[in-house]
């Protein structure tokens, strides 16, 4: 089973980036699929992004052109880039990577993210 660590998480002024990491216990090749998701106060889990095997990104309309996904295959981690931060952007952001072989999903425990207007 994978172990999923989410950080970079924290507190920053509306316009402002941060770098989120996500490190998985090890290499597992039968994911195929890594992404993030987020969840503000009260409000049900949205998709963010996504990145596949094979490097092809795809992200939500609320944060394309603001946010990067990007993968280290050597350190087994996965990124968020986040750019010009919005209010409407903290949540805590949830790591999730999908493994073929059991046909399932893994889930980080999560870290916050809050931007101050």
């Known amino acids: 089973q994978v172990r999923l660590a989410e950080s970079g998480g924290g507190l920053v002024h509306y316009g402002g980036s941060l770098k989120l990491s996500c490190a998985a216990s090890?290499?597992?090749?039968?994911?195929?699929?890594w992404g993030w998701y987020r969840q503000a106060p009260g409000m049900k889990r949205d998709w963010v992004a996504t990145i596949s095997s094979d490097g092809d990104t795809q992200y939500s309309d609320a944060v394309k052109g603001r946010f990067t996904i990007s993968r280290d295959d050597a350190k087994n981690t996965i990124y968020l880039q986040m750019n010009s931060l919005e209010p409407d952007d903290t949540a805590v952001y949830l790591c999730t990577a999908h493994d073929t072989f059991v046909n399932g999903d893994y889930w980080g425990q999560g870290t916050t993210v809050t931007v101050s207007s």
């Open positions: 090890a290499n597992f090749p039968s994911i195929n699929t």
